[in-house]
């Protein structure tokens, strides 16, 4: 390698991408396209980076397959980046397969840390922790290691884990500090505050308070029994039922819970899970029949008993009943919440990290734009969306995941 390409190389690594440009800008040779194509990334003009490491990849050609597996990995990197959640997964995995292959291991647990990122932004949490438990961490220097902690950090966020996520980004803190790169420690910065926000509401006793995510965590190890309104569930210390497939019976719950420890009146449960204006006897037949449903999934949690005007919740062991809700409610709040990270999706990303179809996204997408919150730009498949963080919404760091069982 010459020296040319070798300062280019260091000056990317220090996060230097003009640095790096002077010395490689006018080279079309394959280390060369390389390094553009990563120069170009760090400048934030991604359709420029694919193209320059897609002719970079070319160029290498076929017997040059660890350099190839590195554009490839480069390439990742900035579809995570994008939000491009189409892009190949399995390219990522053949190209971390070769690295290891011809002991590049320091890419290769790079490739990892990536893999792993996709998945914790498309809510796959088990898939992301037993990638990362696969990864060793000490031979990355402190950028790639930063990447890696931010991964560990996320997962640990989203399984309510707060000791271990505090860690994990105090490790991160510390390996961006090493590796000296402006656009690192804002983003570890950026993640750190996710801790100093709320992550839920706590709706108990006829009022309302945010939950930080050390209290959320402190409320589910508690003896209270909660309806988690972000995950659709029903728990207390010892036990978990989801009612995340049968949203009548959880809204039946919630209200009871809301309600609790007096009764809830029949109107009150029938406007809420029905969506009724007036019950009639129709909707009072429903309501007896769904209140016998919701006692057969609440029987190792709590009874649900008749009164003269409605329905009382009476839980077996728990002595407290509280209601945990997002930060805002409202009907797109998940699409939103996404959104709020401040970068670009486009509606095939968005359905792939919600499980949804791509045209209901679209549906909401453009209900949205009209309702000015958010803001499409470009057309055809280059089309994306975006909008400014919103106040109070969860970052995607902290949109719903399983909950951590006792």
Known sequence: MDSLITAAARALAAGDPLGALKRVALRDDAPALALRGIAMAQLGD????????????????SRDVVARARCVVAEAEIALVSRDLTWPAKALDTARAALEKHDDRVNAAHAGT???RRLLLIGRLNEAERLLSQIDPTPLPPALRAGYELAAAGIAIRRVRTKIARAALARAEDAARVAGIPALKAEVESVSLLMT????RLIADGGERPLLLEEVEALLASD???MDACRNVVRDAGTVVSLATRPVLFSLARTLAEEWPGDAPRDLLVRR????????????????????????ELVALAEVNATDRGFALAPRRAREVAVMAPPVEEQHATVLAFLADGESWSSSALAIALGASSRTVQRTLEQLAEAGKVQPFGRGRARRWMTPPVPGFPTTLLLPGPLPRS
């Open 224 to 226: 209270t029994l909660v």
């Open 114 to 116: 990536l893999a792993a």
């Open 46 to 61: 991604l359709v420029r980076a694919k193209s320059l490491l897609k002719s970079a990849a070319r160029a290498f050609g």
């Open 273 to 296: 899970a029905f969506r009724a204006r007036h019950a009639d006897e129709s909707h009072r037949a429903r309501l007896r029949v769904e209140i016998g449903r919701l006692r057969s």
């Open 197 to 200: 926000r709320p992550a839920a």
